[in-house]
């Protein structure tokens, strides 16, 4: 199925790159100015990113990684959040990829036919960033990764298995499947407590995903003890508390919690007919997600050393 937003996108430069994740002979590895997409080849299949690169840009540049939510895209999330222009504020690249039937495989069998077939979206992702960093000089200190729904659950699939990232921002997300033993990461989550499709008390939601996963506060309380952080403050200005914890080498998990929120991605573009399609509830207008992820994210790179 198509979507209006998708011209846009599939009017922008396409940079095309060889199997192996190198640029082919028809590709510039140059990332340009603007909205642009580009494949690669991983594992067999071919996978699209969009792309945003400010007028001004960092050299080397922030990347923030942005995942869209189960039966959406790329293309859907870029024109729905905001981070273009957040990138456009503060110069530094966006990176909308696809996932396969728009959805993405994050561990317990979720989600869609991507969780079932067993996709390895973490190496999707990981062969993203390689062949971004061929592209444009990127900041290996200040990689992130955020997402909602489906996408929140992948960024915490990506804190599990990879060290390619200084911080993750979920929202209205959780973690599922295996996480033994992750390596400390700087976590904001954001959730609401009226989300009925990924419950912030926990237990199996709505939705044809039946997500189960933990309690919202029990997830972030064992991401403390990951990064081995402090006593968390807790401030509160309703509708919306704040719990952020100080961590070890300058690290932070903070939980902010909106009371009365649903599944959605706060002050964002409300597109009705869309988003009950993809079971997103009304956006909260208590904050700006996208302004308040990056602001955590600005002030937590990956700490020296």
């Not at 990347?63 to 530094?92: I, P």
């Not at 990127?138 to 909602?148: E, F, K, L, Q, W």
């Not at 997600?289 to 990956?302: V, Y």
């Amino acid at each position: 199925m198509r979507y209006p937003w998708l011209a846009v996108v599939s009017a922008s430069l396409l940079l095309l790159t060889g199997c192996d994740g190198r640029p082919g002979r028809h590709g510039d590895p140059t990332v340009p100015i603007g909205q642009s997409s580009r494949t690669l080849t991983v594992d067999g299949r071919q996978r699209t990113v969009h792309l945003y690169r400010p007028a001004t840009l960092d050299s080397p540049a922030p990347l923030v990684v942005m995942l869209h939510g189960g039966f959406g895209s790329g293309g859907q999330a870029e024109s729905s959040y905001g981070w273009d222009a957040e990138a456009d504020a503060h110069h530094f690249l966006v990176a909308y990829p696809d996932g396969l039937d728009r959805a993405w495989s994050v561990g317990g069998g979720c989600c869609g036919a991507p969780g079932r077939t067993g996709v390895d979206d973490v190496r999707f992702i990981s062969a993203m960033l390689d062949d971004i960093r061929r592209g444009v000089p990127v900041d290996p200190a200040r990689v992130y990764a955020t997402g909602i729904s489906n996408g929140g659950l992948l960024a915490y699939r990506l804190a599990c298995d990879t060290t390619e990232f200084a911080a993750i921002g979920p929202d209205s997300a959780t973690m599922l499947g295996d996480c033994a033993a992750p390596s400390p990461v700087s976590v904001i989550h954001l959730h609401g407590t009226a989300d009925t499709r990924i419950p912030y008390h926990g237990g199996t939601g709505e939705g044809v995903a039946h997500i189960d996963g933990p309690a919202v506060p029990d997830l972030i309380a064992a991401w403390r003890a990951t990064d081995r952080c402090g006593t968390p403050a807790v401030t509160t200005a309703d509708p919306v508390t704040v719990m952020t914890a100080t961590c070890e080498h300058g690290r932070a998990v903070e939980l902010v919690t909106i009371a009365g929120a649903g599944h959605q991605w706060p002050g964002s573009t409300s597109h009705p007919a869309i988003d009950r399609l993809l079971g997103i509830d009304p956006p909260s207008t208590a904050l700006s997600a996208t302004g308040t992820i990056w602001d955590f994210f600005a002030a937590h790179p990956r700490p020296a050393g």
